[in-house]
């Protein structure tokens, strides 16, 4: 016992030798939420204090409160082992965040919509493993429960009409393709990211529905001059089978213009363009930058139904803070605007 508790702070020490920690309150405001408070954590540090060549895993812990009771608690991991031959990465997620649904699909919802709190538990782990210099394949697991408080009496969902609207758990499993050029994860300046993963929600598994969902995910980035960088993606994302509604694509998860369940049906695309500047060259202005953004899509019922005519558009500006440097880890603040639609979005990371 003595000798397992020398070695727990032999390596702890270790650990804390290499490691970079950043914590900071939060504060925003948004039509869907009033005013939010909250903290994020990060820690970014060296599983192994010898592995050197991989790349510094990270550890961040969000929690977000808001004026109209909505609350979050998230937890990502992000490790990198044997010179990033192999990476792991996760999410724990407790989220009770009153919200409101406006039907499905694609067409503008001008009623003031049906007022729920859904209370979520998710769980998700996805391993990889480099097989080639760019190429890595992985495996992708997720579990959910889902429930709903709160409904509003004499709507879709208290009826039961819509999938989704009871008490239910999702279990899936799924593959991973990836090719990866990019410089560095956090903040990349050049390169290009593509991925395509697949996952089956089985009653095999436990699952209380049985739908498969496919995403194919690309990027590219491009530095004009030092601190100036260009970053597009696109997304496409397919989704088969009786799905509950909660587990839809959602348009507002990449136009940040919109609120995420605000537009959501079974097919997604969506592009988006993205100029972020550094424009302080030392000091602690170094840390802050600036993006400005223009994204566009649609959520549709069947591929068939995808149009140009029915593209939704956004655009906005933002605000980064570099939590930690070399290669730099942002703190996001991000004003959307769309048709009559605005919102604040706030994370770590980039948004792509």
Known sequence: MKRSLILGMIVFCCCAAFAEFAAYPMAAYGTDTDYVIGANCSLRFRPTAADTSSTKSTLDLQMKYSQKHQFQLLLQPELYFDADALKATGELKFRRWPTTFYGIGNTSCSCTGETYTPVKYAAAARMSRRFSTHWRIGLRLDALHHSLEDITSGGMLDAGSVPGSEDYFLAGIGPTLSFDTRDNTSYPTCGIFAQA????????????????????????????????????????????????????????????????????????????????????????????????????????????????????????????????????????????????????????????
């Open 197 to 352: 993963q697949t996952v089956g929600f089985l009653k095999a598994l436990g699952s209380d529905y049985g739908f498969s969902r496919h995403q194919l995910d690309v990027r590219g980035y491009r530095q004009l001059i030092p601190g100036h960088i260009v970053a597009a993606q696109a997304v496409a994302i397919h989704t088969r089978d009786r799905v509950p509604f909660s587990s839809l694509p959602q348009l507002g998860e990449y136009l940040r213009a919109y609120e995420d369940e605000k537009f959501i049906d079974r097919n997604l695309v969506a592009l988006r363009t993205e100029y972020r500047a550094t424009p302080f060259s030392s000091g602690f202005l170094n840390r802050l930058g600036v993006v400005l953004f223009a994204e566009m899509g649609e959520t549709k019922h069947h591929v068939s139904d995808i149009s140009i005519q029915d593209t939704r558009f956004a655009g906005g500006t933002g605000i980064r803070f570099a939590l930690f440097r070399n290669p730099r880890f942002n703190v996001r603040m991000d004003f959307g605007w769309g048709h009559s639609a605005s919102n604040l979005d706030i994370g770590i990371r980039e948004s792509f």
